[in-house]
């Protein structure tokens, strides 16, 4: 064992991938989702903070560390707009999972699957306590990088099978539809965002503009719909008509966060919301008549990539996929990492002191 | 291009022995300190916000963040005083550089010895403005992890040739003196802390105690001796007695973290000291006058990982040192994140896909 102390699994974005098809996306997102819900359900036990970001002109860095007390994760994760043109995701990330009790690293992990992953499985869930029951379509806007996922986390929790597909450009639209073809689903590509919503008991927006933008105005919105709203999630971009948000209740990841990088950064500080993780500990009800407009104000939590870490790193063990880095110093004696370089194969300070010794 | 843009830097811990080596220790230590000076002469072009740490019952896990706006470095590190008793080390750490422009990772490594490197050169670069003139011989108490690295780094920056060393553990002093055997220093094993302090123009301390303790006492600091306070690097941790901060002038990183985790934690929060980048700047003065005592209040900082990073990024370009990770998800079409897992060879989505077209 002590041989190993050095090593840590690492999920390549080749062996995520090989994960989530081994698995299968829709099992995968149910099962993410208990995970999801485990950890939302003992919301108490973690150390929240809002992220730490670091701004630039052209985009942000931020690490998003959590902690349970028994396990600690963090992702990096990046938002560069103007990436795409140079052949570059606007987002990418990887994370860390450690053991509290040493701070050593249990695994390292690609994360930009993963956070598409569960994103689309966090908008599940908060569905599955806030859609109107029976729901079988959604109104899907915004076509880009999120979307497949929402449609496929939907199918998989929600029973989903009706897509209304709007974006400004018909070619997003014309790759989800391809990429979603023969996956069970029935797909209406639309020709505006009010097209889109007709008959649409869910309506989710992922569009990916980084300005205060209104994708929903007040009369696309009936009563009884539920908003997965998804695209806003940094100051300064929004998705929705504010009195859209004055009309429904609203739901939220973690309060001092969404209030900054929501759609609710358009209402006043106070302005009453619920959280997520109290319906899913019981605590909170959801929807409770069905004329009630929900909205799940999503912008992403530290908790649900702790939640993703802690899902891979079990199934890793189970499926063998990933390799491991020489990450960790692990010298003989704990104290004597100077020894380490010194009796390194081939060092030139053994050398050096063998000189010393003859000279 | 676009064939790599999903391979990221690594360095490993074998890769690292490999690159010190090659270098040698001391020219590694010289160099080090140039990009030290450097990025500590651009101080102000520096985000700084003190560490992110996550506290438990038996250690710490950190995260330190900095960007120069250029680039963004973070370090994770871990403190935890009971991993010896397992046979793990009481610190590990690794560390990631990254493109301010993309936000895409540039490098990760390994950072438990470039730590120990980064800590010794940034000690060393300290003394060369606040070491007495003529300096060639150290106390070196706390023979543990860290001894021979400050020891290292004060012969290649110093001229440091003496070495007085003394440990509460005789094993610990007998590792470090048979380490640094051959290497060109007149060692001498002594029996106190008092014993160690005789002659020597520099006194190092680099104790492991995770309490307040006194390594050195007021009657043990003698008039134009330059301390290089090393240890004392935690709340609740410190290594000298107050009178001796009392009658010294204090050179700190980044006082709102030293105030904290410094030795200067037993002082009021108000009290004079000067910052190590204003010496390296020419905006401060450093020793002035023989008598003087002067202080070096080591922490450690995140530009100085931030420094670290930078060289061994530009050191593995030439040395070929690393290896590739498959870190970021990198899809033809960078919104077709779910197409990308599509067309992964032998994706079970495919498959599902041709029965649905077939059926």
């Not at 940094?234 to 008509?241: N, Q, R, S, V």
């Amino acid at each position: 064992m002590a041989d190993h102390l050095n090593l840590v699994p690492f999920v390549s974005v080749h062996h995520m991938m090989q994960l989530v098809l081994e698995i299968g996306v829709e099992r995968f997102m149910d099962e993410l989702t208990a995970y999801l819900e485990e950890d939302f359900r003992r919301w108490e036990k973690f150390d929240k903070t809002p992220r730490v970001a670091s701004h630039s002109r052209e985009g942000v860095i931020e690490l998003m560390p959590t902690s349970d007390g028994r396990h600690y994760g963090f992702k990096y994760v990046n938002g560069h707009p103007k990436n795409t043109r140079e052949g570059r995701q606007t987002v990418t990330a990887f994370g860390v999972f450690a053991d509290v009790g040493n701070g050593y690293p249990l695994l390292i992990s690609e994360m930009t699957i993963l956070t598409a992953l569960r994103t689309a499985a966090t908008s599940a869930l908060a569905a599955k306590y806030l859609a109107p029951r029976g729901a079988d379509c959604m109104a899907l806007i915004g076509n880009g990088a999120q979307a497949e996922f929402q449609a496929m986390a939907f199918k998989a929790l929600l029973g989903i099978r009706k897509l209304r597909l709007y974006d400004i450009d018909r070619g997003a639209t014309e790759k989800c539809r391809r990429n979603l073809a023969g996956l069970g689903f029935e797909m209406t590509a639309c020709a505006s965002g009010e097209d889109a919503v007709e008959g649409a008991q869910i309506i989710t927006t992922a569009t990916a503009d980084k300005q205060y933008a209104t994708i929903l105005t007040d009369n696309m919105v009936g009563a009884g719909v539920h908003i997965n709203a998804v695209g806003g999630d940094c100051p300064g971009k929004t998705e929705l008509h504010r009195d859209i948000l004055l009309r429904s209740d609203i739901f939220v990841e973690y309060p001092p966060q969404t209030r900054i990088e929501g759609e609710i950064q358009q209402l006043d500080k106070d302005h009453p919301v619920e959280e997520l993780w109290r319906l899913v500990a019981g605590k909170a009800i959801g929807r409770c008549e069905a004329r009630q407009i929900t909205l799940f104000d999503s912008v992403g939590f530290a908790t649900e990539d702790f939640s993703a870490l802690r899902y891979v790193r079990d199934k890793i063990e189970q499926t063998g996929l990933y390799t491991e880095l020489d990450l960790l110093a692990d010298p003989d004696e704990p104290r004597d990492l100077f020894g380490m370089l010194l009796r390194f194969p081939g060092s030139s300070l053994l050398a050096q002191r063998e000189k010393g010794l003859i000279l």
